[in-house]
């Protein structure tokens, strides 16, 4: 890919809950970003999730110690 094709940008338009739209606001406010940025790193958890559960590997949440707290199920 060209160095254009990498700044290109497609724009889409989303219909959400006003739930939903808080839930992301709030995110967006906590990680000092922006709704896009919310949605891209929440995409690139999810695509990490699903190469994960192809290789049949589990994705924990783990606390300060290593000590495994939840496993995320579902994906």
């Given at each position: 890919?060209?160095?254009?094709?990498?700044?290109q940008?497609?724009?889409?338009?989303?219909?959400?809950?006003?739930?939903l739209?808080?839930?992301?606001n709030?995110?967006?406010?906590?990680?000092n970003?922006?709704?896009?940025?919310?949605?891209?790193?929440?995409?690139a958890?999810?695509?990490i999730?699903?190469?994960a559960?192809?290789?049949?590997?589990?994705?924990?949440?783990?606390?300060?110690?290593?000590?495994?707290?939840?496993?995320?199920?579902?994906i």
């Amino acid at each position: 890919m060209t160095a254009q094709g990498k700044n290109q940008r497609i724009q889409i338009n989303l219909d959400l809950s006003p739930e939903l739209y808080q839930t992301l606001n709030n995110l967006a406010e906590k990680i000092n970003g922006d709704n896009a940025e919310v949605l891209l790193k929440a995409i690139a958890l999810f695509e990490i999730a699903v190469e994960a559960k192809q290789k049949d590997k589990h994705i924990w949440i783990a606390d300060q110690n290593q000590n495994l707290e939840t496993e995320i199920v579902g994906i």
